[in-house]
């Protein structure tokens, strides 16, 4: 990787999401690449779903670090396809989302269900006794839930 590289992926990474300001693009997976030829920089994003908000504010947010750190011409290129899946995020991101309160989904091969649906652990006591209250929550890439057993209210992240 070349120092030039290092430098944009470096900046680029430390992007967060808007909505959940502990993530960044890199956590949620939402960055797919990072190409330079000469001082332009193209960055390759991909929505946690189509028409997601805040994708305009990342982008702007990419163009506005990688100009700070020496590549004025930047674009960024929003793909759909693969289609963005919870599988993405890294397992450093999972602990984050859990930490900040936002249950988060399970990768696919682990994922817990109950009653032929499934439930997301508490991020506050750990409990697999949940219950969706709602399918939208903060945001619309999470859901309302409540905890049975210490009975707190929390978003979960919805499985893609």
């Known amino acids: 990787m070349t120092d030039a590289l290092a430098r944009a992926r470096a900046a680029v990474c430390a992007v967060t999401d808007p909505e959940i300001p502990v993530l960044t693009i890199a956590d949620l997976g939402v960055l797919r690449d990072i190409r330079i030829d000469g001082t332009s920089v193209e960055v390759t994003i991909t929505p946690t779903y189509t028409g997601c908000p805040a994708m305009t504010v990342i982008a702007l947010d990419i163009e506005t670090v990688l100009a700070r750190v020496g590549f004025p011409q930047v674009r960024v290129v929003t793909t759909l396809t693969p289609a963005w ?5 890294t397992e450093d991101g999972r602990r984050k989302l859990a930490a900040y309160g936002i249950a988060p989904p399970e990768p696919a091969a682990g994922r817990r269900a109950l009653f032929g649906e ?24 999470k859901s309302l839930h409540r905890c049975l057993a210490c009975r707190e209210p929390f978003d979960a992240f919805k499985c893609h």
């Open 85 to 89: 899946t919870t599988d993405w995020l």
């Open 118 to 141: 499934p439930r997301p652990a508490c991020p506050r006591c750990g409990s697999l006794s949940t219950e969706q209250i709602s399918e939208f929550g903060s945001t619309a890439c």
